[in-house]
């Protein structure tokens, strides 16, 4: 078998491993990286990027047939229809392009990608069986682990056939007419709606009493205003037993009454698991925390130069925080004194409208024993809102009332994932109420909104 060392082997090509493996690179750390699949991983292939780029071949066609039945706007559109072979088509092109782009930096580093499955022999020797090629052992000094995670299956409907993960549900080969989806989480909500503007019969079945459980009920009311004006039929506090094409999903609710809800396609959405099993981890027994690799502010695991980082390592399973941990893993391999303790990392839900948390909410912050303040603007006074027809929604802020330290900022409406980079910046460098009233918003924007939350949080918003 051929061998290679190498000072830093990193396993997995999702936005953690190839990031860390680019900034190894460009610190000249010599670097080998080993994805068994697609560079870019599962949100470049079949994740962020994709989902992204069907929501928004999803929301022109339902602006197209808006328009088409009398645009107030004076456009003048007639029935358009939708070819969703070309869609997926244009949506496959964006993916290749990106993970083209992914192959060409990592060549831009120095960084050898070995294209195959590894199976770890101990913490420095691993495998890697190439398809159908021969395997390769490297040997490494550090080993990063980077193997993302995976959708939960229900044993009551496991993938294949009618039941859709959410790669399938990416690619599909028809638009069902009724689609069921199991899960109102991220990806229940923002595939579920897009399906509903292609025109499909959504009904959504979820185990809690709310849509979007983790998020706060104020925020998530107007997803649910939207999901109901839609026509998407939601059942909450529900559990489903199983599915048969004849009769479609079954469904247990509260008062265990069983019903069926009839569907050419089910999209199972139920959460994600970390990808631990299957290439040799366990051998390492390293440390867990519950079915997560367990990392300390170093990401560093129980093994001394073992480290690991983005899904397989945890909540929130978010791709910018994989991104943010690989580069402080390839700066400490190359020596820098380096810690992962961002201040917030944002969290932004692509329904329509859009959601966004940055830091605490106002009951986060109760509950932590602070004494804050919170106020909300809303879009309805925002001109930028009304020329968009977008006047749904709010910005609220949160900041502590002795200093005016701003804690959190959670925001709802269309296109307010943009303004999670404003949010963010103004918590990781310490602002106060202040200093976001007192910074000049382009007008007209959406952003004014935000500076009207701050004004208004210290007593004098302007314009309401
Ligand atoms: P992954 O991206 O999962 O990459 C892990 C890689 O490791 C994979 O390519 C896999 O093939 C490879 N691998 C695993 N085991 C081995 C092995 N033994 N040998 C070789 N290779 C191996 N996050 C956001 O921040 N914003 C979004 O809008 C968003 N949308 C999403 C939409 C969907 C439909 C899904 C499913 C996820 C979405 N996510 C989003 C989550 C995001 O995709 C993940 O948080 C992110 O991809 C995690 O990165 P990672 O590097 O930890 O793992
Ligand atoms: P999720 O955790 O967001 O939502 C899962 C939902 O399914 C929850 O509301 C839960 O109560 C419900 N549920 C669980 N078991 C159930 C059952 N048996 N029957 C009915 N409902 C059930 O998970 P997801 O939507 O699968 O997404 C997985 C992860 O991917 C997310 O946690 C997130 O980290 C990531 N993601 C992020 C984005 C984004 O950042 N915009 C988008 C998509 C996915």
Redesign the pocket.
């Known amino acids: 078998m051929k061998e290679i060392t190498t000072r830093l082997l990193v396993?997995?090509?999702?936005?953690?491993?190839y990031v860390a493996a680019i900034r190894a690179g460009q610190l000249g750390i010599p670097t080998v990286l080993?994805?068994?699949?697609?560079l870019g991983?599962?949100?470049l292939n079949?994740?962020?990027i994709p989902?992204?780029a069907l929501i928004h071949a999803a929301h022109e066609f339902e602006r197209a047939r808006h328009q088409a039945q009398g645009s107030p706007l004076g456009i003048r559109v007639q029935e358009p229809s939708i070819d969703i072979a070309q869609t997926v088509r244009w949506k496959d092109g964006i993916v290749k392009r990106l993970s083209g782009g992914v192959a060409g930096l990592l060549r831009k580093a120095g960084v050898q990608v070995l294209k195959g499955?590894?199976r770890i022999e101990d913490g420095k020797t691993v495998t890697v069986q190439a398809e159908g090629g021969e395997s390769v052992r490297v040997r490494c000094e550090h080993l990063l682990l980077?193997?993302?995670?995976e959708p939960v299956e229900l044993p009551s409907m496991p993938f294949g056939g009618a039941i859709w993960s959410?790669t399938d549900a990416l690619s599909p080969d028809v638009v069902p007419k009724r689609l069921v989806v199991v899960g109102a989480g991220y990806?229940g909500l923002e595939l579920g709606m897009a399906y509903r503007k292609l025109g499909v019969e959504v009904t959504v079945v979820e185990a809690a009493q709310r849509v979007l459980p983790s998020y706060d009920e104020e925020l998530t009311q107007p997803v649910l205003d939207a999901l109901q004006k839609s026509g998407v039929v939601l059942h909450l506090g529900c559990s489903v037993q199983g599915y048969d094409a004849k009769h479609g999903v079954h469904v247990r609710n509260a008062r265990a009454d069983e019903f069926a809800l009839p569907a050419e396609r089910v999209l199972v959405a139920v959460g994600?698991r970390p990808?631990t099993a299957g290439?040799g981890l366990e051998s390492l027994q390293l440390d867990m925390a519950g079915r997560y690799l367990a990392v300390d502010a170093h990401c560093r695991t129980s093994m001394r130069n073992v480290w690991a980082?983005?899904?397989?390592t945890g909540e929130p399973?978010?791709?910018?925080r994989?991104m943010a941990q690989g580069e402080c893993v390839a700066e400490q391999i190359a020596g820098q004194s380096r810690r992962f303790e961002p201040m917030a990392i944002p969290a932004v839900c692509?329904t329509d409208p859009e959601v966004v948390v940055v830091g605490k909410t106002p009951g986060e912050a109760r509950a932590a024993g602070l004494d804050c303040i919170d106020a909300a603007f809303p879009f309805s006074a925002n001109g930028r809102a009304m020329t968009l027809e977008a006047t749904g929604g709010f910005v609220r802020v949160v900041a502590r009332r002795d200093n005016h330290l701003i804690l959190g900022w959670q925001a709802v409406g269309q296109g307010v994932a943009e303004l999670a980079a404003a949010f963010t910046q103004s918590i990781e460098m310490g602002a106060r109420l202040e200093d976001v009233a007192g910074t000049i918003h382009a007008h007209p924007t959406l952003g004014e909104a935000v500076q009207e939350a701050a004004l208004r949080a210290l007593g004098h918003a302007v314009h309401i």
Do not use: N, Q, Y
């Open positions: 396993i997995g090509g999702g936005p953690g491993g080993a994805e068994g699949a697609h991983g599962t949100c079949i994740g962020c989902s992204k499955w590894a980077a193997t993302g995670s959410s990806i994600r990808r290439f980082i983005g899904d397989v399973m978010l791709a910018h994989a692509f």
